[in-house]
Structures are given as structure tokens and as C-alpha cells.
T-cell receptor, first 107, second 114 residues
Framework: AQRVTQPEKLLSVFKGAPVELKCNYS??????LFWYVQYSRQRLQLLLR??SRESIKGFTADLNKGETSFHLKKPFAQEEDSAMYYCALSSGRKLIFGQGTELSVKP | DVKVTQSSRYLVKRTGEKVFLECVQD?????MFWYRQDPGLGLRLIYFSYDVKMKEKGDIPEGYSVSREKKERFSLILESASTNQTSMYLC?????????????FGSGTRLTVV
């Protein structure tokens, strides 16, 4: 079955600390994976996609097919990074989302 | 600059009522989706549509139906609202080429069933 798992409901770090939001997936085939972010009182929006190998707002994510993971990383967290983060897996025309991780960056 | 508009931000309905949630997009997207967002459960797909008058069930379609009479509008219908349908409902749209270009989400409708 196709599934996305985000094991942490809440991740709390101090400003300037590294952050890693975990995402594991289950998919037979070559996966397309994404990270979406929802800041307080804002719409859910695309943060980055693995196929682009891009860095957005200092965040990167590497697809590890051996470990079936797509963890989101940032070397130095900022207070404005506080938000809800969702990992998502493409399945045809639709996305399968994980449970979400709330990132809280403390001053 | 708003591209996906959900008609209501907050809605309070009584148990047993028929509820309509409306979503309109102005980007000429082929695909439209309805998700519900619950803490600890993430986003779960209720229904989606890839063309006018076409619909497919998602993971949790029970108690819901949808209507897509025009390309830009996708309605979610709760036939007989129940308290376990209290949730945040998100509408999204995307191009037909799949998920690469991402979804555009609406701002959500927080529905409370009392």
C-alpha cells in the first residue's frame, strides 16, 4: 500500500539549531515526493519537490530509496520557519500526505 | 491574486443538515480535490475530479458526495451532517500533467457540526 509516515507530531528546536523533519514512504516504483508547508493563518503551499533537487528558504531534502526516506533538513533554523510541514507522495494525479509535523523554533 | 476560493471560512451546521462546501479556481486547472485536515491525521483525500462531470473516490468518501458541473467549480456535499464530520476542509486544484507543478490550495473551510 502507498503510504507516507511522519513519525514526529511536534519538533521543537532553538533558533540557529539544525532541524530535520522525518518522512518515510511506502511505494512500489519510482516515487515522486514533495514537502508542503502551512504557516499560521496561511494556505498550504508547496515548499519543494525532490525531482528539482532545489533548496528553498534554506531547506533541502534528499530522496534515499534504500531507506525509503525523504527527510527535510535545514542547518540553522529561524523563528519564521515555525509552521506545519507535510510530506507528500505522488500517486497518479493525486497526492498522499503524511500526518504532518509541527515545527516550533524558539528564540 | 486569489486563485482557489472557498466560499466560507467558518461554518456551523446542525446534525442531519445537508451541507454544501463550494470551491472555485480561476487557473483553468483540470484536476480538483477535496481533503479534510485533522490534527494527527494529516490530509485525507475525500474525492477528486479530473474533468467536468467526472469524479473519483478518495480514501474517505463515506458520507460525502461531490459535483463538478463546470471546470472551475467543485462542490463537496455532506448529505446528512454528523458530528464526526467536524473538521477543516481544504480544496485544491492542479494541472492535468500530474503533481509535478504542485497543488494550489484554498484557505480552507472550518466546519463545525453541532
Amino acid at each position: 500500500a502507498q503510504r507516507v509516515t511522519q513519525p514526529e507530531k511536534l519538533l521543537s528546536v532553538f533558533k540557529g539549531a539544525p532541524v530535520e523533519l522525518k518522512c518515510n514512504y511506502s511505494y512500489s516504483g519510482s516515487p515522486e515526493l514533495f514537502w508542503y508547508v502551512q504557516y499560521s493563518r496561511q494556505r498550504l503551499q508547496l515548499l519543494l519537490r525532490h525531482i528539482s533537487r532545489e533548496s528553498i528558504k534554506g531547506f533541502t531534502a534528499d530522496l534515499n530509496k534504500g531507506e525509503t526516506s525523504f527527510h527535510l533538513k535545514k542547518p540553522f533554523a529561524q523563528e519564521e520557519d515555525s509552521a506545519m510541514y507535510y510530506c507528500a507522495l505522488s500517486s497518479g494525479r493525486k497526492l498522499i500526505f503524511g500526518q504532518g509535523t509541527e515545527l516550533s523554533v524558539k528564540p | 491574486d486569489v486563485k482557489v476560493t472557498q466560499s466560507s471560512r467558518y461554518l456551523v451546521k446542525r446534525t442531519g443538515e445537508k451541507v454544501f462546501l463550494e470551491c472555485v479556481q480561476d487557473m483553468d486547472h483540470e484536476n480538483m480535490f477535496w481533503y479534510r485536515q485533522d490534527p494527527g491525521l494529516g490530509l485525507r483525500l475525500i474525492y477528486f475530479s479530473y474533468d467536468v462531470k467526472m469524479k473519483e473516490k478518495g480514501d474517505i468518501p463515506e458520507g460525502y458526495s461531490v459535483s463538478r458541473e463546470k471546470k472551475e467549480r467543485f462542490s463537496l456535499i455532506l448529505e446528512s451532517a454528523s458530528t464526526n464530520q467536524t473538521s477543516m476542509y481544504l480544496c485544491a486544484s492542479s494541472l492535468s500533467r500530474g503533481t509535478y507543478y504542485g497543488y494550489t490550495f484554498g484557505s480552507g473551510t472550518r466546519l463545525t457540526v453541532v
